[in-house]
Every structure is written in C-alpha cells, then in structure tokens.
T-cell receptor
Framework: QQPVQSPQAVILREGEDAVINCSSS?????VHWYRQKHGEAPVFLMI?????EQKGHDKISASFNEKKQQSSLYLTASQLSYSGTYFC???????????FGKGTKLSVKP | EPEVTQTPSHQVTQMGQEVILRCVPI?????FYWYRQILGQKVEFLVS????????KSEIFDDQFSVERPDGSNFTLKIRSTKLEDSAMYFC?????????????FGDGTRLSIL
C-alpha cells in the first residue's frame, strides 16, 4: 500500500517555509525522504526510524509520528536549490524494498 | 564520494527485443535494487537482490524480467521481449545492509525507450 503525500505541488518564494506530509494506512517501520530534480536520480535526504524521531539536514528536517502513521518534511527558509519532487518511501520492516508515494513537486521562485 | 553507476544512460530498442541494463553498485554494498519510474509518475520497486538471490520482487517483476550479478561488480536487469509499456527510467540502487532502516543510494538511471 503506497503512502499518500500531500500536497501534490507547492510553489514558494525564496525564504518561505513548506511542509510536506506522508501518511500510510499500514504500520510504518521507517520513512525515507528523497528529493529528485528533473531528469536526475532520487537523492537520499534522511531516514526516520522510530516514533517521534526528528532529524535535520541543513534547513530541512523531518518528524515521524508512528502512532499516526505519518511523517512530515519541513523546509525552512527555502532556497532555489530546494526545487524538485520530494518522495517519501516507506519500508516494510526487514525487507529493504521501499514503497514510494506519488511525490510532491516543490517549486521555489526568486 | 562513492556512487552507483548505470549504463547506458539511454537505450532505444524495438518492441520485442531484449535489453540488458547494467549497474555497478557501491563497492562495499551488499544489497541491490532495481526501481522503475514511468515519465511523470512515482518510483516503483521492482526487485531486491542479495547473495546472488532475489530477496523480494514486486508484481511488476514478472517472467519477462530477470536479474543477475555476473561478476563481482556488475548487477544487471534483463528485459526479454520488450513492450511499449516498458518505456521508463530504470534506477539501480544499493545499500550496505538490508532493511528499511538503511539508506539506498540511487544511480543516475537508464532511460529505456521502446519503439
């Protein structure tokens, strides 16, 4: 069962903040976040492994609410380089395969 | 920084022909994956591979597909008798350890176009 991402797309001005959500109807063992720029490979951002865990990478951070079966990605003070499609991928436990959501297209304008 | 490399970057093939997509995973990684992304859509899992065996495969990975690790460095995806709907970007990924708590590193992909 693929995770559901929202919103599908968001347009920001440079310096604005955004939140991307990822939710699942199944129990989540982990949530992976990737960013993909047009025509390029997905680039790993971070993994969240347990309920309540929060991680950060530069001005991009994420939280994982295991009980609610959801994760949120926070982009603060967005930069032009943040533009791309953000995918969350959920893991099924011991198996390594990821099931990705449909993605959220983020466009940062000057 | 070590990376996953894929060749070719673009493959154009006639429908019904066989194609082999090649990947060189990161050298100390033990788990390998193939994913597919149809233009404008999400990334879809095809297969995972460890210790010369398929670990997990999706519904997409039917008898038309096969994977192989022919030597110590290459990991290949073979598609027999290609169909128009096989046109997509194919990504190889690798991780050091198996498990959904491990990051997967993706190659740049091979764009497969079936005519």
């Amino acid at each position: 069962q693929q995770p559901v991402q929202s919103p599908q797309a968001v347009i920001l001005r440079e310096g604005e903040d955004a939140v991307i959500n990822c939710s699942s109807s199944k129990a989540l063992y982990s949530v992976h976040w990737y960013r993909q720029k047009h025509g390029e490979a997905p680039v790993f951002l971070m993994i969240l492994l347990k309920g309540g865990e929060q991680k950060g990478h530069d001005k991009i951070s994420a939280s994982f609410n295991e009980k609610k079966q959801q994760s949120s990605l926070y982009l603060t003070a967005s930069q032009l380089s943040y533009s791309g499609t953000y995918f969350c991928g959920t893991g099924g436990g011991s198996q390594g395969n990821l099931i990705f959501g449909k993605g959220t297209k983020l466009s940062v304008k000057p | 920084e070590p990376e996953v490399t894929q060749t070719p970057s673009h493959q154009v093939t006639q429908m019904g022909q066989e194609v082999i997509l090649r990947c060189v995973p990161i050298s100390n990684h033990l788990y390998f994956y193939w994913y597919r992304q149809i233009l404008g859509q999400k990334v879809e899992f095809l297969v995972s591979f460890y210790n010369n065996e398929i670990s997990e495969k999706s519904e997409i990975f039917d008898d038309q597909f096969s994977v192989e690790r022919p030597d110590g460095s290459n990991f290949t995806l073979k598609i027999r008798s290609t169909k128009l709907e096989d046109s997509a970007m194919y990504f190889c990924a690798s991780s050091y350890i198996v498990g959904s708590n491990q990051p997967q590193h993706f190659g740049d992909g091979t764009r497969l176009s079936i005519l």
